[in-house]
Structures are given as C-alpha cells and as structure tokens.
C-alpha cells in the first residue's frame, strides 16, 4: 500500500502554488497548508487521468511548484546532522540535489490516487513574533482512520518554509538522518550520494512504501 508514500507526496504538495499562497504566507502558516494544499489538489482532480497515464507529470507539477515553499538546503543540512560540516561545498550541493530527487522519484508516483477530501488542516494560531511553527493537519485513511501529520515550519526572508514532516510522531527528517549517517559513517558521503543518483531507495523511503 502506497499509503505513507502519499503522505509523504501530499506535505509537499501542501506547500506549491507559490501564486495561491502569498497573500498568507508571511502571516499564517496553517492558512498557508490550507490554500496551497486547495489549488494543488485542485488541479490533481482536474488532471488525476493524465497524471495516472504519465506519472511523469506529477513529477513536473511537484517540481515546478515545491521549492518556492519547503526549505530543500535547510532540510537536507538537518539530514547530513554532523557529517554537514565535513562535506565540501560540492558535496552539500550534489547530496541536496540527489536528495530532493530521490523524493520525488520515490514519492511522486502516489500523489495521483490522493484526494482534497482526505485532508484536513487543525485549527491553529501563530505567535506574530515566531519564526518557528507547527501546522496539524490529519489524513484520513481509506477505512477513516485520522492520521497525524505535522508540518514544521520556520520563518525565513521569503516567508514560512517547510522542513519536515511528522507522522504518527515520527519524524521523517530523523528517518533519513539516522538512515543516512550510519551509511556514511561506513562508506562516506560520496557514496551515499552516488546511491541516491543512481535512484536507489533509502531505507526510510522504501520502509514506508511497504506500509
């Protein structure tokens, strides 16, 4: 079941639309999930069959409206945790890139069977002077099981990012941090990254396509 691969798929979505979100995304960061998330599965509804037939097409949509609003550096920096500061500048870029791909390599694929009617943004209020929220949202399983997920969000001079995803109260960004540094502890940062190039699964990435 590719149920927490879509999860994972929809928190990016829930962050696109860089033109639906403007006018709160320095604001409100729960009003933020809620319009972005709106106009993208929006637009899944109205393409769900070409994206079905092309998957390919998900991955452009995502590709095209994702980075505007999810902090990829700071979140890949939070995955290498201490292995940040030894890499070299070419390899922070190259395992960002390798990173963001794998993603939406692993995860794309499952936005086109997800549906607006399975989201649902909690209530929420945020500190005017914050720079560090968290938005609750619960996605509703085919049996309608709620499911929490939270977005971590900090504020940055573009407006509010995201940066991680918590599911279930397991934090993905730890996920592939734990993942990530036993592998690289072992065999280096180069090779973590070539794996990833080469579109081969994490651990964390193929754990949750078998849930």
Request: charged share 25%; proline share 4%.
């Amino acid at each position: 079941m590719k149920f927490l691969s879509a999860l994972i798929g929809c928190t990016w979505l829930a962050f696109g639309v860089a033109q639906a979100a403007d006018a709160v995304n320095s604001e409100d960061p729960s009003a933020l999930v809620q319009t972005a998330a709106e106009a993208i599965l929006k637009d899944l509804d109205a393409n769900r069959e070409a994206y079905r037939k092309d998957p390919s097409k998900i991955r452009q949509l995502v590709d095209a409206h994702l980075l505007p609003h999810f902090d990829v550096q700071y979140s890949a920096r939070m995955v290498l945790g201490k292995h940040w500061k030894d890499a070299t500048p070419e390899q922070r870029e190259r395992f960002i890139k390798a990173f963001y791909q794998s993603m939406l390599s692993n995860y794309g694929n499952a936005l086109a069977d997800f549906t607006a009617g399975k989201m649902k943004v909690l209530p929420s209020k945020a500190d005017a002077e914050a720079d560090r929220a968290t938005v609750r949202t619960e996605i509703r399983r085919s049996n309608g099981q709620p499911v929490p997920v939270n977005y971590s969000m900090h504020k940055t001079a573009e407006g509010w990012k995201a940066w991680d995803v918590t599911i279930e109260g397991i934090s993905y960004l730890k996920s592939f941090r734990d993942d990530f540094g036993s592998e690289i502890d072992q065999k280096g940062l180069d090779a973590v990254i070539d794996r990833l190039q080469r579109g081969e699964k994490p651990k964390a990435a193929a754990a949750s396509a078998k849930s």
